[in-house]
């Protein structure tokens, strides 16, 4: 079974990556990581720098997970990506980091989050950062 991370170089994507390692270092299970810009912006800070992602990569390595880290550049947005990989790899669950946002803010620029929740075919984790 796989567990798919939806990663933001963020304190909310920090804090879906953390809980999603501690899951799989529990379980076995492997771990694909996200990343992807927002609907084809790939200069924005959403997207991680290869720097980052190599730590991510060698973070993993070390602690002996099973992982593939991936950087999607189709276009699409970030929820749909997250889908994707999720069915693409037969994931068990959904690992998100999500941050408090007005119902305007939402309306406005969308919400990952609520895309996955409300269309993802196995169970999101929904993490908050800690503050």
Known sequence: MTVVVGYLPTPDGLAALSHAIEEVGRTGEKLVVVNTG???????PSFATPQDLDAIDTQ???????????????????ADEILLAASAHDA?????????????????????AQQVLLE?????????PQR
Do not use: M, W
């Not at 927002?38 to 924005?44: F, P, Q, R």
């Not at 997970?65 to 970030?78: R, W």
């Not at 993802?120 to 908050?128: N, R």
């Open 38 to 44: 927002e609907l084809g912006n790939y200069a924005g």
């Open 92 to 112: 068990s669950r959904i690992v998100i980091g999500i941050r408090r946002r007005s119902p305007v803010g939402k309306l406005f620029t969308g919400s990952t």
């Open 60 to 78: 993993l390595t070390e602690a002996g997970i099973d992982h593939l880290v991936l950087q999607p550049t189709n276009g699409l947005s970030a």
């Open 120 to 128: 993802a075919d196995c169970p999101v984790l929904a993490v908050k």
